[in-house]
């Protein structure tokens, strides 16, 4: 099984009952309502994978009853793909997180698919709701603070920033050309990596090769069996790569630490470095 499909093998399953294509978008549903690839359902990232309280993820009971509203059991294969694309790895990395078996990646996205001249549409899919039951969890992929200032004194754990260079600098603690906002200090975890996520890119935002991908991250990365914590801002860029890493390199060890720069670089007594 690949976790990673091109466009054909979504266009070849589009009537596959057994198959679920989700467009997640980052801000509303303005992007999915202009235009989506012929099925996909619109979620909200934050509207559909977090809790409405609490800075964290939907409790169990919840994650089903959303999934099974969306007519998803846990046989289903979901695809996914994001506007832009690193809240698509977002989800899917949630979804791992609760134990789904089958969660994909469209490569490219909405991007790759109009660059390839194929239709897209406004008509929202109709589905049928049905019952869904949480499989295994698989906690090891998240890190939390303490894990983080734990590897930051030993060795053997590598930690990689997946942010823009201005903010792993300390120049910003927002994207480039967006507001300022995310935290209220500027820098980034003391002896992390810099791996910008769009790195691993290419323009049509589908992923580089196997081997470029290797060659890059393995500057910091010397081992597939080596510990690495991946953060960014808010944990979507970190996805981005976790998922290059662990479905095309094979990496085993690979955790995200979801807190991110806005839970550390806003937490009192936490080091930083510029």
């Excluded at 499909?5 to 009952?17: T, Y």
């Excluded at 406004?122 to 906690?139: K, N, Q, W």
Aim: glycine share 10%; with cysteine; aromatic share 10%.
């Amino acid at each position: 099984m690949t976790s990673l499909v091109n466009c054909d093998w979504v266009a070849r399953h589009a009537s596959d009952p057994k198959v679920r294509l989700i467009e997640i978008n980052w801000d509303g549903l303005d992007d999915y309502e202009a235009a989506h690839v012929p099925g996909a359902l619109g979620w909200n990232w934050k509207e559909a994978l977090w809790d409405p309280l609490e800075r964290n993820f939907p409790t169990e009971h919840d994650f089903a009853a959303r999934l099974g509203d969306a007519g998803i059991s846990a046989d289903t294969t979901v695809v996914f793909y994001g506007a832009p694309v690193q809240f698509g790895t977002y989800a899917w990395w949630v979804f791992k997180l609760f134990g789904h078996a089958d969660v994909r990646m469209l490569d490219g996205g909405k991007v790759r698919w109009q660059r390839e001249g194929r239709a897209v549409t406004r008509d929202i899919p109709r589905v049928e709701a049905t019952s869904y039951t949480i499989g295994l969890g698989a906690g090891h992929i998240r890190a939390g603070r303490e894990e983080v200032r734990k590897a930051n004194s030993e060795t053997g754990t590598v930690i990689l920033d997946h942010r823009s260079l201005e903010e792993y600098c300390g120049e910003r603690v927002g994207l480039p050309g967006k507001p300022d906002v995310g935290a209220e200090r500027y820098g980034r975890v003391p002896g992390a990596r810099h791996v910008p996520f769009d790195s691993l890119l290419n323009d049509d935002t589908t992923f580089k090769s196997p081997e470029e991908i290797r060659e890059i991250v393995s500057k910091f990365v010397t081992s597939p069996r080596q510990k690495v914590i991946s953060y960014c801002r808010l944990a979507h860029r970190a996805t981005l790569a976790s998922f290059a890493m662990t479905e095309l390199l094979g990496f085993e060890n690979v955790r995200v630490y979801d807190g991110s720069w806005t839970e550390w670089g806003s937490m009192v007594g936490m080091p930083i470095e510029r």
